[in-house]
């Protein structure tokens, strides 16, 4: 075996014996550092061991066979070390199962000398004191060789011979005895305290109603003192109700009224107010349309008269300058051809009058034409008429005989020749 730390469970503890150790080392549930050779290490087991522990067919102390059956729980100390030193002592080296048997068979021997000494009414009737006679007497041997005797129980009782049983019969006779005497006695005692009952209660019944009647008539005159009082509470009370209702009718009138001279006036300010509204959206609706309406129609019947006052005048100014160019135009061609004339007449000194009125006649239907030809060419004319004379077309050709008409004069001023004279001649 090899030097090295040696461990062991909380179940178990090691013995260390050998060098540096005049007595064993014993370690608990841990761990220590072992020599080979010089040194050896054991273990004993500390689990707790279960024991039955049987007694079959002992005598009592009276003499009577009976069977135990006992549990007992045990285990080597190991937090004592002395205990732990004693058991090592006893067991180390011995198997559990060897520990197990040696602690059955102690605990048997105790058990049986326990039974042997006590009677059967006694083991049974008080199975904690049995058990505590065992426990100590076992613990007391075990001690000695480290062992705890952690506790021990009484489990069963048996017996072959019926002793129990004729116990239990017995017990059983003297119970249902007992019973019977005492279900008769607390009959009697039921029937006893039932009469006495009945006698007390006939009594109070007399004497209470003794009382009831005295009670009523006293309740009876209270009552009727009572009901005077609260009739004339109640009189008063409803004559109080009465005027109450009375004021509180005529004080809603009264608020009626004026919640409805106060609903009137709200009805007539809603009225003004919808008058106001309604003269408001006349106005917006009708009359300042109206007013817009005429005072548009107004300004575009000034408008259009104005417009067609500025379109005569316009016309008439155009044919007035139109007329004046027009003028200008045949005057100015009449003084060239006044000219012409003049170098013929020069030239034809001694013309004769069939001459002169050959070429009038072939001048003023060129001038005719010439005058004519500007009111051809107009698309629209416009005469403004003072309202006397001629209009329309037989005007219009007034003015142009008129301006042919004054072609002699117009001859004569430029040339001196009066056309007219010479025509006649």
Known sequence: MSCGFVTCGPNEALVVSGCCYSKPLLVPGGRVFVWPIVQQVQKISLNTMTLQVESPTVYTSQGVPISVTGIAQVKIQ??????????CEQFLGKSEEEIHGIALVTLEGHQRAIMGSMTVEEIYKDRKKFSK?????????????????VSYTLKDIRDEEGYLKALGMARTAEVKRDARIGEAEARRDAQIREAIAEEQRMAARFLNNADIAKAQRDFELKKAAYDVEVQTKKAEA?????????KTKQRIMEEQMQVKVVERGQ???????EMLRREKELDATVRRPADAEKYRLEKLAEANKLR?????????????????????A????????????AKKA??????????MIDM???????????VAAPLSQAKKITMVSSGTGTVGAEKLTEEVFNIVTRVPQLVKNLTGVDISIHAAA
Request: charge should be negative.
């Open 267 to 273: 009805e007539i300010a809603v009225q003004e107010q």
């Open 308 to 328: 067609q006052i500025m379109e005569a005048e316009a016309e008439a100014e155009a044919i007035k300058i139109r007329g004046e160019a027009e003028a200008f």
């Open 78 to 87: 190991g937090q004592n070390e002395e205990m732990l030193s004693t058991a």
């Open 133 to 149: 006679k065992v426990f100590e007497v076992a613990s007391s041997d075990l001690v000695n060789m480290g062992i705890t005797v």
């Open 238 to 246: 409803e004559m109080a109700f009465e005027l109450q209702a009375a």
């Open 360 to 370: 009038m006649l072939d001048t003023i239907p060129k001038v005719a034409a010439e």
């Open 346 to 355: 020069a030239a034809w000194n001694e013309y004769q009058s069939a001459a």
């Open 330 to 341: 045949i005057e100015a061609k009449a003084k060239a051809e006044a000219e012409q004339m």
